[in-house]
């Protein structure tokens, strides 16, 4: 009889994390699944919080082990898992940020247009079953919500996945900021399976309000942080510019993958046509962007030089908050005095000073609910439950506008 072979990985936040099912052990070697070591999970926030350095392999991995708590824990309650099913959740949690690109949402923004990571992670599913004579066709069907129990779905996408709990928990670790730690151990210990759908039971509704008022304060503390907010929009500006450049036929240095996205225009359409542009985008790293935004702090396009300078010295904009849209004049007047400072003219402005919104709804109502089952068998959305917190405001959503611009 053949030893099974069996990995442990050990996880700063959560201690030993074991892998010993062959066909996660094989995802996880897989080099799409490598490159999420290249792709730092919170992109440019290290420049606000030096520890956030982690990857998104560390999370993807921090949520499998999440996952394998509370699919061990549904099953001591009664809940129906077979090996199978067991199995394909696990490989669908590892799998759901496949599809992220380098500085995600700023790639999103700035040089493909149209197509979201959620898409690239459903088309790199789909080529991984080819690849594995379809050992994911169950972990897509969960995945994607197809599959008749539902509650293996929401574990893996919901108001409550493992996910969420474990990019809270873990970015609260290496940003050391505490308000955003959760029980996650407790919330975990709190799920059941209540005709077919994920729940909370009755004694875990203050660990869910606080999870959920952790998230509301990382949002605002982190992940929309004016500095990091002020940092993705100039990588975002870097991106767009250097595209512009690229169209117009402009030589620019850049990794073979990067050529690709600058110098083509990159839709759906090739994603779902040129089997090179998924293969292309699984060579673009972190390092292709930062490599390239270096070399071109010294490219004879002053905007983008500019950026690029200022971006690596972290000399960042800055960034005003307000409660309400701004005018016109404001964005003028701070054109005017870039366009004194720096000789910048015309459309190139639009780079160095621009508004947007950033906007936070900590609890949807109409989104997939988290209910809570109480003892007497009645089942309550959490912000319907008396006195809770959630109801009076996380709920509502919160809009700041902000208006960012060189110091001058």
């Known amino acids: 009889m053949t030893e099974r072979k069996r990995k442990i990985v050990n996880d700063p936040v959560y201690g030993f994390i074991t892998i010993d099912h062959p066909l996660i052990l094989n995802l ?17 926030a290290h420049l606000v919080y030096p520890g956030a350095m982690h990857t ?38 590892l799998l759901h940020d496949i599809g992220h690109g380098p500085y995600s949402h700023a790639l999103e923004n700035g040089i493909i247009e149209g197509v979201s990571h959620e898409e690239i992670s459903q088309w790199l599913m789909e080529d991984l079953n080819k690849e594995m004579n379809g050992a994911l066709s169950l972990t897509l069907d969960i995945f994607n919500g197809r599959y008749h129990k539902q509650f293996l779905h929401q574990l893996v996408s919901s108001q409550l996945d493992v ?8 970015d609260s670790f290496y940003t050391g900021v505490a308000e955003g730690t959760i029980g996650y151990d407790r919330i975990i210990k709190m799920l059941i399976v209540h005709h077919g759908e994920l729940m909370v039971e009755e004694k ?3 660990s869910i309000e606080k999870f959920i008022i952790a998230r509301r ?56 046509r040129e089997p090179d542009c998924l293969r292309l985008f699984c060579m673009l790293d972190d390092y292709d962007i930062m490599g390239a935004i270096k070399v071109w702090a010294s490219h004879s396009d002053k905007v983008l ?7 690596i010295d972290r000399t960042l904009f800055k960034v005003v908050l307000s409660n309400e ?47 809570i089952l109480f003892k007497d068998g009645t089942v309550k959305d959490i912000s319907s439950i008396d006195n809770a917190l959630i109801s009076h405001t996380l709920a509502i959503p919160v809009k700041k506008f902000y208006i960012c611009h060189p110091k001058i």
């Open 325 to 371: 849209a701004f005018d016109g004049s404001a964005e003028d007047l701070l054109k005017q005095q870039v366009a004194q400072k720096w000789g910048i003219s015309g459309l190139d402005l639009d780079y160095f000073v621009f508004s947007g919104a950033a906007t936070l709804r900590a609890y949807n109502v109409n989104d997939e609910k988290i209910n």
């Open 163 to 170: 996910d969420r709990m474990d990019y809270l928990n873990r």
């Open 56 to 93: 998104r392999f560390h999370h993807s991995m921090g949520a499998y082990h999440l996952m394998s708590m509370a699919l061990q824990e549904l099953r001591s309650k009664g809940a129906d898992i077979s090996t199978d099913e067991e199995v394909a959740t696990k490989m669908a949690i």
């Open 305 to 311: 030089s500019l950026l690029c300078k200022w971006l």
């Open 217 to 272: 304060l990382m949002y605002w503390q982190v992940y929309l942080h004016k500095t990091v907010l002020s940092a993705e929009n100039m990588l975002v500006k870097i991106l767009c510019r250097a595209k512009a450049l690229a169209q117009d036929g402009q030589k620019l240095f850049c990794s073979p993958a990067l050529e690709y996205f600058l110098y083509n225009t990159v839709t759906k359409d090739n994603f779902e």
């Open 28 to 44: 996880i070697s897989h080099p799409y699944y490598q490159r999420l070591r290249r792709i730092h999970q919170m992109a440019l």
């Open 204 to 206: 875990g509704i203050y």
